[in-house]
C-alpha cells in the first residue's frame, strides 16, 4: 500500500513533467530577481524569544479543509501585523489546495521571509519558486535521494534562495547535516502516516550543531507545546493549522517561547 508521500511525490513528478516545458522561460524569470529577503536570519534571533514561522494553509490531507473562507493575503496582514517572523505559503494544489498565486500575491502584500511550502524533488521547481517571490523552499529529506537533495541545496545556494531541510528520524538528519544544510525543521509529523509527536523534536534537538538554525514543526497547537520544544533548543517554530483555525494567537504562542 502507498504512503501519503509516496502518492503525494508521484503526483508531484507528473506537475513536474509539465513545468520542465517551461523550462527556458521560468530560469529566465528566476535570473531577474534582486529583492530577496533573508529567511534565515529572520529566524535567528538574538533576544532569547521564539521566532515564528507561520503558515497560509488552506487544507492538509491529515485535516481536510482546514479555512473554509480563505484569503491569503488578509491572512498574512494579519501575521506581520502580529509580529510573524516569516509567513510559510502552501502551494501544492492537489493535496492542500493550495497555489502559487497564493504565494505571488503575499509577496506583494507583506515585507516578511516567504517559505515557499511544497514538494521540491526539480531544480526547475526552484527556478519557478524564485520567479514567483520565494525566499526559501522547502527540502523533504525523506523525498530525495541523497545526490538529489545535495543538489538541489547547491541550486537553491545560486538562486540565493535558503532551505529549510526536513527531517522526522534521526538517519534523516544526519543525511541533512552532511548535505550542508543550515536550516532544519524537525518536522513532527510522520509523512508516511501523518501521526504527530513533539517528542521527535526532543529526541533529535541533541544532535543539532549549534550554528544549525532548528525549526520545530507540526503539532504545536498550545503555548505549553511551545515551551515544550523551545526547552529542546529550537531557534523557531512553523505553525499552520492552530493559527488557520484561529485556537491560539501569535502573542500566547510567544508567552510559551519566552
Known amino acids: 500500500m502507498m504512503n501519503r508521500l ?5 503526483a508531484k513528478r507528473e506537475e513536474i513533467k509539465f513545468l520542465r516545458l517551461r523550462r527556458a522561460e521560468l530560469n529566465r524569470k ?4 534582486e529583492d530577496f529577503r533573508n529567511f534565515r536570519n529572520a529566524l535567528r534571533r538574538s533576544d532569547e524569544q521564539l521566532a515564528i514561522i507561520t503558515e497560509v494553509k488552506k487544507a492538509s490531507p491529515s485535516a481536510g479543509v482546514i479555512a473554509k473562507s ?3 493575503v488578509g491572512i498574512a496582514k494579519n501575521y506581520q501585523r502580529a509580529g510573524a517572523n516569516a509567513i510559510s505559503v502552501l502551494t501544492d494544489p492537489k493535496f492542500f489546495q493550495g497555489d502559487l498565486q497564493d504565494l505571488v500575491r503575499v509577496r506583494d502584500a507583506v515585507s516578511l521571509p516567504l517559505l515557499r511550502k511544497d514538494f521540491i524533488v526539480d531544480e526547475i521547481q526552484i527556478a519557478e519558486s524564485v520567479g514567483n517571490g520565494a525566499d526559501a523552499i522547502l527540502l523533504i529529506v525523506a523525498a530525495l535521494e541523497q545526490s538529489k537533495l545535495v543538489e538541489l541545496l547547491q541550486v537553491a545556494e545560486n538562486f ?3 532551505a529549510l531541510v526536513e527531517v522526522h ?3 534523516e538528519l544526519r543525511s541533512a547535516l552532511s548535505a550542508g544544510a543550515k536550516i532544519v525543521g524537525v518536522n513532527n509529523r510522520n509523512l508516511a502516516t501523518f501521526d504527530v509527536d513533539l517528542a521527535v523534536t526532543e529526541e533529535l534537538c541533541r544532535d543539532v550543531p549549534d550554528d544549525i538554525v532548528l525549526v520545530s514543526e507540526s503539532g504545536i497547537k498550545t503555548s505549553g507545546d511551545a515551551a515544550r520544544v523551545k526547552a529542546c533548543g529550537v531557534d523557531a517554530i512553523l505553525v499552520g493549522e492552530a493559527l488557520m483555525r ?3 494567537s501569535l502573542e500566547q504562542l510567544r508567552s510559551g517561547g519566552t
Do not use: S
Open 6 to 10: 509516496e502518492q503525494i511525490l508521484r
Open 30 to 33: 528566476a535570473g531577474r530577481r
Open 70 to 72: 480563505f484569503e491569503p
Open 160 to 162: 540565493r534562495l535558503d
Open 169 to 171: 528520524t534521526r538517519a
Open 246 to 248: 484561529r485556537e491560539i
